[in-house]
């Protein structure tokens, strides 16, 4: 039976898995992930403000209440969407790939554009580890994840002593740095395959585009890393 004739259920299921809708899902959740990187980084990057600076943003983050729960299970979503749709599309990918592929001549492409399920496993184990270091306080538990100041506004938590503390310790900020270079890899392969998957990378748009993940990657890479380095070399103290 041609898909024309099949039932409409079962044309709307093929439809949405159909190659090109995974690849929008994987943009889509890769520019919502991408978006939210930066928004991190810019806030973790006023460390270098400073003690009051860096706890004055987290309290600010904490007390959004019943907003960081929504915004929590957002990102709950974009990371099984992205997730789930990547291991489909590898699926597939491992599925429509003739005999003897590995004999023939390679496309020229970059590491990153190799390698980017095995990264993107990386970042996933270093959110795992990520979450239960900093938001659960479930993993290196002896860092000051209890400690508390006061604030203008009373006691808060005192998260920048708690981040200090991880990144003096040589194998947290260096672990850092490596999961860093992973995601900053993942972005410049990733930044640039979503927009040609929505349709830029043709014409006038194929050279900025193909700029675009390199100089992304590049820039969270060096913001993220520059904190633990900070850290392990004295820039950022204790003070
Ligand atoms: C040096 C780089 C980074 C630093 C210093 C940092 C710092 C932190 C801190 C202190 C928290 C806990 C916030 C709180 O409990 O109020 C946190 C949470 C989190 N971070 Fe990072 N982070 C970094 C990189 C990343 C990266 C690269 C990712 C993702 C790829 C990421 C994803 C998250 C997520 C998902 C949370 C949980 C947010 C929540 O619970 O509301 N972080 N980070």
Known sequence: MSSGNAPPLDRLVKALTSTISL???????GIAGAGFVIFHM?????????????????????NLGEL?????????????G???TAVLLVQRNTAARPEGYYTQKRKRTSVAAVYMAQLGIVLLLFIIYHILHFTGGMIHTDLGYELVEMGPNGARRDLYTHVINSFSNPLIALTYVAANLALALHLAHGATSMFKTIGFGVGRWKVP??????????????????????????VIGAN
């Not at 810019?42 to 904490?62: D, H, K, P, S, V």
């Not at 929504?70 to 974009?78: E, K, N, Q, S």
Request: charged share 10%; aromatic share 10%.
């Open 23 to 29: 690849k929008i899902v994987m943009a889509v959740t």
């Open 42 to 62: 810019l806030g973790n990057l006023q460390m270098f403000l400073g003690r009051e600076a860096y706890n004055t943003y987290a309290e600010f983050m904490q």
């Open 68 to 80: 960081k729960w929504v915004a929590r299970l957002g990102l709950l979503g974009i990371l099984f």
């Open 82 to 84: 992205h997730v789930s």
């Open 209 to 234: 585009v193909e700029a675009i993940g390199p100089a992304f990657g590049v820039i969270v890479g060096l913001g993220n890393i520059s904190m633990p380095i900070a850290v392990l070399t004295g």
